[in-house]
């Protein structure tokens, strides 16, 4: 069992960015490739970013790729996104997600565990 909490939403300006957190309970944070994914107000949930168990390898959607960064700190057992650049656009409720594999995937039902999100809000 893995429980995961998010941090470090908040309302930014266009062109800000914010670094969120995730911190995951457990000794087998390792074990698991970890996702980024959002969510905005009638729309799907759509895949963001994801790191690999060792964390190298990072995988992003076209939408945030060169503007976000997904980190890992398997000490601190801890995921990151640093978002740079924001735009409105990126408004949503942003999750993380741990999968039991090596790499992550792009699609949600892959995931087994889930945050419980935090927002973002960007103004423009």
């Known amino acids: 069992q893995v429980q995961l909490v998010e941090s470090g939403g908040g309302l930014v300006q266009a062109g800000g960015s914010l670094r969120l957190s995730c911190a995951a309970s457990?000794?087998?944070?390792?074990?698991?490739?970890m996702g980024w994914f959002r969510q905005a107000p009638g729309k799907e949930r759509e895949f963001v970013a994801a790191i690999s168990r060792s964390g190298g390898s990072t995988y992003y959607a076209n939408s945030v790729k060169g503007r976000f960064t997904i980190s890992r700190d398997n000490v601190k057992n801890t995921v990151y996104l640093q978002m740079n650049s924001l735009k409105p656009e990126d408004t949503a409720v942003y999750y993380c997600?741990?999968?039991?594999?090596?790499?992550?995937?792009?699609?949600?039902?892959?995931?087994?565990?889930w945050g419980q999100g935090t927002q973002v809000t960007v103004s423009s």
């Open positions: 457990g000794r087998t944070f390792s074990s698991y490739a």
């Open positions: 997600a741990a999968d039991n594999s090596p790499h992550g995937d792009v699609r949600p039902y892959e995931y087994d565990y």
